[in-house]
């Protein structure tokens, strides 16, 4: 159902918006504009007019020609570049921008070669291979050896599940959900121009968000109602970014994952109906901040710091714990 769905959408997508040819401006060099362009021009031909003849009065005009433009260059870099940053409010287009005008560009090359348990992948196919295969058993690796004290203290959380199953909460029923609440996840998410392997972003998918409302929803519904996950929306762009150290070495790099917008939106469907059930028989202990709508890390830091004081005002005694495999309890007054 849902192939045939996303095969129409592409259908139309790909009709819509053929691939063309295009010049893109670069974002950094705005400040170039056609009146620089024309003094760039005029520039050269003084300089080629100055060059075989040598007239001083010439030379002085090329010279003082050439620091007007300059400092014009100057000003319209500055004032670019203030606009820019007062413009965005964000702290990474502050750090471009410098390191732009510092001429330190990062650029993103491709991993030229790989080396695994002494073998040296040089074929991007290969290397594409065991990073895939390297993230995708890292997990295991790291639970295969850990120590077993820790790996008994999992028993907690299983300890804390069978209590939870003697409290005898009320089974969670499936309640389905209407076009208007996948209009609104739809509209939820960030309006980005990134997109993965299907090339449909979210900006896309939000302006056709009233045209495929209908049949998404049905389909939604349909997921969680057979617990049948499509197999299209399993599959997402992974990009391994360098850490530091050795660049051949699969374990610097940390995978970056994009999912389809399709796949966001049934992940927010998934999260709404948790959410209501979690918060109807109050799963969460006050304690969880974090990932709750409502709650923040600020405030566990606010009631952790306001506990602390109240208890050195009383006198009493305050015990802190560090979660360290060799640490011990210490407290203090």
Request: positive net charge; glycine residues 2%.
């Amino acid at each position: 159902m849902f192939n045939s769905f996303l095969n129409t959408y592409l259908r139309i997508f790909y009709a819509s918006f053929p691939l063309t040819r295009v010049t893109s401006q670069n974002k950094c060099n705005r400040w170039i504009t056609l009146g620089i362009l024309t003094s760039c021009k005029h520039k050269r031909e003084l300089y080629l007019l100055n060059r075989p003849l040598n007239n001083l009065a010439l030379k002085r005009y090329y010279k003082k020609y050439c620091n007007i433009l300059v400092k014009v260059i100057r000003e319209a870099k500055r004032l670019t570049f203030s606009t820019r940053i007062s413009k965005s409010h964000k702290t990474k287009t502050t750090w471009n921008v410098i390191n732009k005008v510092l001429g330190k560009q990062h650029h993103r090359n491709e991993i030229q070669q790989l080396t695994v348990e002494g073998t040296h992948y040089t074929y991007q196919q290969c290397i594409v291979q065991e990073l895939s295969k390297y993230f995708t058993t890292i997990v295991d690796t790291i639970n295969s050896n850990k120590p077993e004290s820790l790996s008994s203290n999992t028993s907690s959380s299983h300890n804390y599940l069978q209590h939870a199953e003697r409290n005898h909460y009320l089974p969670m029923v499936f309640k389905s959900f209407s076009t208007h609440e996948i209009i609104s996840m739809i509209n939820s998410l960030k309006t980005k121009n990134s997109f993965s392997y299907d090339e449909i972003s979210p900006k896309i998918l939000k302006i056709s968000a009233n045209y495929i409302s209908s049949p998404l929803t049905y389909i939604c519904n349909r997921v969680f109602s057979t617990g049948v996950y499509p197999d299209r929306l399993k599959y997402s762009t992974v990009t391994p970014i360098f850490k530091k150290g050795n660049n051949q070495a699969p374990s610097n790099y940390r995978p970056i994952s994009v999912l389809t917008s399709f796949a966001k939106v049934l992940e927010s469907t998934l999260y709404v109906r948790l959410t209501e059930y979690i918060t109807l028989n109050n799963l969460l202990t006050d304690q969880q901040f974090g990932f709750r709508k409502g709650y923040s890390t600020d405030e566990a830091i606010f009631k952790l710091t306001h506990e602390v004081l109240n208890a050195l005002n009383g006198k009493s005694m305050v015990g802190l714990r560090k979660s360290f495999r060799h640490s011990q309890p210490f407290s203090f007054n």
